[in-house]
């Protein structure tokens, strides 16, 4: 993509209705909602409504493709192909793409493009690198047997994504599922719809079958609860809030369906006084701030041991000072809108939480510019384990800083807490670094860096913040079953 110096223009909308058995349909109650760019908090499109019937109907599609359709039957090298044809189609239209992101979702243009879209293409090209790839064992057993194993697709899959990387999430979802053999009926978040729906027709273009790739898009009670309790979904994949994570599994219980999330995290950065002092504190900065702190894995609190506390502090009040908040077309923003009012409002409660908790508020707290769900990049400092600033999911730019003198002290305090997604840990010591990185309770522990992501690396989290894993090899077997198969031989 060539350098931007000039705000980007608004894409226009091509694709609103569910997208079932190959076809652009209406829903069947006729019932639209709204998005909005919550920059400006003007009406983008109006969207299908899918529910129940509409679901039903993905559903059965899916099913069929799976069981009858010529994707059941396709040679696994040929399924790699078409997924390879995808992410090309997805690479030619990347920058309407990366647009269509910050219009829905209010990122950054200059995040979008440099970062959400061309993940998306390296996500799908790897799995469909896998394609052909996914095979059983050979194992020697008692008696004269000749035993085998296979590796067959769990069936139809049930995708459920959230708001904060709309694109990339259902990438991480559509290539392993697609790659084992799987169909999939995706229901994407209600708030950014767009880039889906947009993905799905490319793969109708790229000439994926009838049924195999399905989007629903539509509420989380009435579309996301069809398709957890569909007894013809034979697994769900969830991204997003453990509340919710919690209702389907126990909607799913009934069907015995496989389920796999991945969850929130108040994932604990910390800095050691022998550090590199500035590249800690762009990390730290960058861990929190990126994406308007809406990530599961944002560093929100921040350990900063005490003999550098109050030097790395004013680093960062410096660093924050400067950062550009605004319009997210504009390739010079650095931070955009929370993503919709409700979720602009948890972020300003928190803020006064943190006050009214007796933390201090050195930087930003409060909203910026009165149209928008804009908020200041704010940083409280004086924040004690049980504030709820330090215990709570706040999804939004509000880092909590707490100081510690202790390597053992602050390993414990940072695994006090229900999440385990991720952690960070910043010295010049590598035995410190790798006791730290094996004391946190996290899916993943970054040395010197902080939100470093490689398609072919696991994710996931401990605890609270997850079942399973995503990405690389791991990946693949969310949506796998091994069947032994065992011959009698005389």
């Known amino acids: 993509m060539a350098t931007l110096t000039k705000p980007v223009a608004r894409p226009e909308i091509r694709n609103t209705q569910c997208y079932i058995n190959g076809e652009w349909v209406d829903a069947l109650s006729g019932k639209t909602f709204e998005t909005l760019h919550p920059a400006t908090e003007e009406v983008i499109a109006h969207i299908a409504e899918g529910d129940a019937a509409d679901i039903d109907r993905a559903v ?9 359709g010529p994707w059941s039957s396709m040679d696994a090298r040929q399924r790699g192909k078409l997924m390879y044809r995808l992410a090309e189609l997805m690479e030619e239209e990347a920058e309407y793409l990366a647009a269509l992101e910050t219009l829905d979702n209010g990122k950054p243009i200059r995040d979008s493009r ?35 194993t296979r590796r067959e697709p769990i069936g139809v899959v049930g995708q459920i994504i959230p708001w904060n990387f709309p694109a990339l999430m259902a990438a991480w979802k559509w290539g392993p599922a697609l790659a084992a053999g799987c169909t999939i009926v995706m229901k994407p978040a209600e708030q950014t719809p767009l880039t889906c729906l ?9 000439g994926f079958p009838p049924g195999v790739i399905n989007v629903v898009p539509g509420y989380g009670p009435t579309a996301g609860a069809a398709l957890v309790k569909h007894p013809q979904v034979d697994k769900i994949a969830f991204t997003g809030e453990g509340s919710t994570a919690k209702i389907i599994q126990a909607d799913a219980l009934d069907t015995f369906k496989r389920v796999t999330f991945e969850l929130g995290g108040k994932s604990p950065n910390v800095v ?11 990390g730290a900065h960058f861990g929190l701030f990126f994406n308007q702190g809406q990530c599961c894995t944002a560093g929100s609190r921040l350990f900063v041991e005490d003999k550098i506390h109050d030097e790395f502090v004013d680093r960062l009040i410096t660093k924050n000072s400067s950062r550009r908040v605004g319009d997210p077309f504009d390739p010079q923003t650095e931070q955009g809108p929370q993503v919709d009012h409700a979720q602009l409002e948890k972020v300003l409660r928190y803020i006064d939480y943190g006050k009214q908790d007796g933390a201090e508020c050195v930087s930003g707290g409060e909203r910026h510019g009165d149209r928008g769900y804009f908020v200041k990049p704010t940083i409280f400092t004086g924040v004690k384990d049980d504030m709820r600033i330090a215990r709570d999911e706040i999804f939004g730019p509000v880092m909590s800083v707490l100081k510690f003198s202790d390597l053992d002290e602050v390993a414990e305090r940072a695994n006090n807490t229900p999440f385990g997604l991720a952690a960070a840990v910043w010295t010049r010591d590598i035995n410190k670094a790798h006791r730290l990185a094996a004391k946190i309770r996290s899916g993943t522990v970054w040395i010197n860096c902080y939100d470093v992501f490689d398609i072919a690396a696991p994710f996931g989290g401990f605890k609270h913040s997850g079942i399973g894993r995503e990405k690389g090899a791991a990946g693949l077997d969310n949506y796998l079953e091994t069947k032994s198969v065992i011959v009698k031989m005389s």
């Open 114 to 148: 440099a970062a959400d879209i061309p993940l998306v293409v390296e996500c799908i090209k790897y799995y469909a690198g896998w394609a052909d790839k996914i095979h059983g064992d050979t194992i020697p057993i008692s008696g004269d047997y000749l035993c085998y």
């Open 198 to 206: 947009r993905m799905a027709q490319l793969a109708h273009e790229a």
């Open 272 to 282: 050691l006084a022998d550090t590199d002092l500035q590249a800690a504190v762009d």
């Open 60 to 68: 059965t599609a899916a099913r069929e493709a799976f069981e009858r």
